[in-house]
Antibody, heavy 122, light 107 residues
Framework: QVQLEESGPGLMQPSETLSLTCTVS????????VGWVRQPLGKGLVWMGT???????NYNSAVQSRLSISRDTSKSQVFLKMNSLQPEDTGTYYC????????????????WGQGVMVTVSS | DIQMTQSPASLSASLEEIVTITCQAS??????LSWYQQKPGKSPQLLIH???SLADGVPSRFSGSRSGTQYSLKINRLQVEDTGIYYC?????????FGAGTKLELK
């Protein structure tokens, strides 16, 4: 079955670089895109960026200058790197699988990881 | 960027009641609209995709509809397990944008 699992450090200092890993199973990264979604504590969901099945990426302009998403298809892993962290980057980070484009009006998010909480504080 | 205006922000309803949540898109997004339910401490779960299609395993009391650029999620006969926060998402064009969420509680 499809699974996604985020991992990474829980506590970061301001100005540091965040590195998160999303390990997937039950599907191939060359068949579906994977996106990252952030949720500040007690607030709503914000799409951060996506790496598509073909390897191209899209980023939210709000974080584009600080964000990089990459992958290792042989390990079924997607990576998020975001530099110059600030306290407002605190929140839960989810990776989620995009449906295929030909699955209705895709690519919506059809499976989500459990999320990883990241706190940015000195 | 496409803005998704979701309403109401919060809603209190009784068991078996019919509940409707709406999202208004700032421009035409066709049927590129999905709905998610999030329970406390959990990740969002897909309810509706393609504006009106029920996701696998989702109870049939959930339904989605579209009228122009307004999208609605309807819950027939509200159940205890339906409490949580509901979000819409437009995936017509990047940046993909979520509605602000609707917190649904039982009265």
């Amino acid at each position: 079955q499809v699974q996604l699992e985020e991992s990474g450090p829980g506590l970061m200092q301001p100005s540091e670089t965040l590195s998160l890993t999303c390990t997937v199973s039950g599907f191939s990264l060359t068949s579906n895109g994977v996106g990252w979604v952030r949720q500040p504590l007690g607030k709503g969901l914000v799409w951060m960026g996506t790496i598509w099945a073909g390897g191209s990426t899209n980023y939210n302009s709000a974080v584009q200058s600080r964000l990089s998403i990459s992958r290792d298809t042989s390990k079924s892993q997607v990576f998020l790197k975001m530099n110059s962290l600030q306290p407002e980057d605190t929140g839960t980070y989810y990776c989620a699988r995009h449906s295929r484009y030909n699955s209705g009006y895709g690519p919506y998010f059809d499976y989500w990881g459990q999320g990883v909480m990241v706190t940015v504080s000195s | 960027d496409i803005q998704m205006t979701q309403s109401p922000a919060s809603l209190s309803a009784s068991l078996e009641e019919i509940v409707t949540i709406t999202c208004q898109a700032s421009q035409d997004i066709g049927n590129y609209l999905s709905w998610y339910q999030q329970k406390p401490g959990k990740s969002p779960q897909l309810l509706i995709h393609s504006a009106t299609s029920l996701a696998d395993g989702v109870p049939s009391r959930f339904s989605g509809s579209r009228s122009g650029t307004q999208y609605s999620l309807k819950i027939n006969r509200l159940q205890v397990e339906d409490t949580g926060i509901y979000y819409c998402l437009q995936h017509y064009s990047a940046p993909y944008t979520f509605g602000a969420g609707t917190k649904l509680e039982l009265k």
